[in-house]
């Protein structure tokens, strides 16, 4: 069997990418690059040890994931969010995941459902003690896991578009403020509420969930 040789470069050249957009991201998520910074690309492709074309691409997904943002004469920087976008981010997930919520207590077949939340809830209490990232990624993947098993797939990947955006909102006001929101018995309260099978209540307590935490990050 014949090997298309550009297929092999093209492999290499989107790893490369990946692992640049992995790279970055956590920079942003976790506050190394932080909001405003304005970025250089050559320094960045030198420190990545990449092209620049690969470096571009990389950013330019950053970009639609709500990462970055381009300002005068298109010099890209660090997304910085005000207090408005973050109650808009908010007020944007707590009508996503309520629905996710209300769907899966409405079901007389949500146990595996329920379990898997549960799952969810342990693992972040797992990580409460691990560094920033590992608690974020829990608390996303709790969030994910939810949308995820509603079955809806539009809701699914509205929030997925919102994914950078969220991760931006996180660190808005700093990591104390941050890790109060990333409490496992927050999240509980939600999965008890499903489980209790009232859509009604397990919405609400979503709702209040979103409501509280965007107050959190913004000192309201």
Do not use: Y
């Not at 790893?15 to 506050?31: D, F, H, M, P, V």
């Not at 969030?143 to 809701?155: F, P, V, Y």
């Not at 578009?161 to 929101?181: C, H, P, Q, T, Y």
């Amino acid at each position: 069997m014949s090997v298309d040789g550009t297929s092999l470069l093209r492999l290499e050249k989107t790893s490369l990418r990946e692992q640049a957009l992995t790279a970055l991201r956590r920079a942003i998520t976790t506050g190394q690059l932080t909001p405003g910074t304005h970025l250089v690309e050559t320094d960045l492709s030198e420190a990545l040890q990449i092209s620049r074309g690969t470096l571009r691409e990389a950013m330019r997904q950053l970009q639609q994931e709500g990462l970055i943002s381009a300002g005068a004469r298109g010099r890209l920087s660090v997304r910085h969010l005000d207090a408005k976008e973050i109650r808009d981010i908010f007020e944007v997930r707590a009508a996503l995941e309520s629905v996710a919520a209300r769907t899966l207590a409405s079901r007389p077949d949500r146990t595996e459902a329920v379990a898997a939340l549960r799952h969810a809830v342990e693992e972040m209490d797992r990580w409460a003690a691990s560094n920033l990232e590992d608690r974020i990624e829990a608390d996303l993947r709790f969030h994910r896991t939810m949308c995820h098993l509603s079955g809806n797939e539009t809701l699914l990947h509205s929030w997925s578009s919102l994914e950078g955006s969220i991760r931006m909102s996180i660190m808005f006001a700093g990591v104390d403020r941050a890790l109060k929101n990333m409490d496992a018995r927050r999240h509980l309260a939600i999965v008890e509420a499903i489980e209790a099978g009232d859509g009604d209540t397990a919405a609400a307590t979503v709702r209040e969930h979103m409501a509280g935490a965007a107050s959190v990050l913004i000192g309201a």
